[in-house]
């Protein structure tokens, strides 16, 4: 094979094709968004995280088998099958239109290959190791790790365990790592280091997608996104993936949005592997109930405003009776209060909020995708804050702030 010649595409508001909805396209898509892609995936099924993003219309979905004028009209073209004959179809298509393909099934078949990338600010690293996907991610951390100003391999970390357990067949293990609120620089250099040594990640839904672009080519993918009134896998599913993975003696890291423990149901993993003896590795993240917040410029507490933050779960209606949140004590607070994952029931929680004695004038903000390019924020009050959301439009993710602090820096 002659040498390649390496090239940076700029694919903004330029259409690619991605053809298949599985976990190669779960890697890949979060990339070609990033670059501001507008992506087209075809294929039958989607991956939970795949099916969120085509809810939120950050990509078009065709819920159907690739046809070959799908290629008409892309600049670039993602295979992300396993079918060779249909992989082959799809690079034909291509081909003929003299349009550029990525194979992830054949790379030797493909037109083009996605390096081993790692992204540090500005800078962004893409090796090719001429054919072996190995030699290049070697390269790529050892430059990552440069840039980064690492030393060693990842911390072993405090292992969790609970009574008497067996060992794990080939000495596997599990990490919980929290990724942060969603800028993929904001995961800890610990978690990030545990994620490049992964042979399984059963990611999140509200992980920062990037980073799925970084794993080794041979590390296996999980797409464990919980959408909202979507599909999602349950809880128990997920903890027999962690398990059954580290009993084959892998590293395997839990990749959470935010911090495992914060309404994460990091705990229930954590039970789940101490139960089946397999041991834990808690690796916290940045929590978007604060992080959030303070990147939209709204700080949780502020001399002489605020001396204290309380952060409740909004999944539950205020008048919901499994809901364990005491509103009538959360009303009478003085300082800020932050709820995660409210906007559905936004406007109960307000008026409940100001039934039990806060000011309807008190400021409000609620901040969608919070610390990503695609951050919104929309501020009111008490009184206005959700008729306001509604007309904005906004999507979940997104954090409720109330309080003075909201104003506090304006």
Known sequence: MTDLYPLALRLDGRPVLVV??????????????????????????????????ADAGRLRWEPRRFEESDVDGAWLVHVAVD???????????????????????????????????????????????????????????????????????AASGTAVTAGPAAPTGQGGRVALVGAGPGDPELITVKGRRLLAEADVVVADRLAPGLLLDELRPDAELVDAAKNPYGPARTQDEINQILVDRARQGLLVVRLKGGDPFVFG????????????????????????????????????????????????????????????VNWPSVAQQSGTVVVLMGLRHLATIASTLVAHGRAGTTPAAVIQEGTTADERTVTGTLETIAAAVAEAGLRAPAITVIGEVVTALS
């Open 20 to 53: 298949g909805g599985g976990a190669v396209a779960s890697r890949r898509v979060p990339a070609l968004l990033g670059a501001g892609a507008q992506v087209t995936v075809v294929s039958p099924e989607l991956t939970p995280t795949l099916h969120g993003l």
């Open 83 to 153: 079918d060779l004959e249909a992989a082959r179809r799809v690079s034909d298509a291509a081909e003929a239109r003299q349009v550029f393909c990525v194979r992830a099934d054949d790379r030797s078949a493909a037109t083009a290959w996605t390096p081993a990338v790692t992204r540090r600010g500005p800078v962004t690293v893409a090796v090719l190791g001429g054919g072996d996907p190995r030699r290049a991610v070697a390269t790529r951390d050892a430059i990552a790790a440069f840039l980064s100003g690492w030393t060693g391999a």
């Open 265 to 324: 149901r990091g705990g229930e993993e954590v039970l789940a592997c101490a139960a089946a003896g397999v041991p834990v590795t808690v690796v916290p993240g940045v929590t978007s109930a604060v992080a959030v917040p303070g990147g939209a410029g709204i700080p949780v507490t502020h001399r002489g405003v605020a001396h204290e933050f309380t952060v409740v779960s909004g999944h539950l209606s205020p008048d919901d009776p499994e809901s364990l």
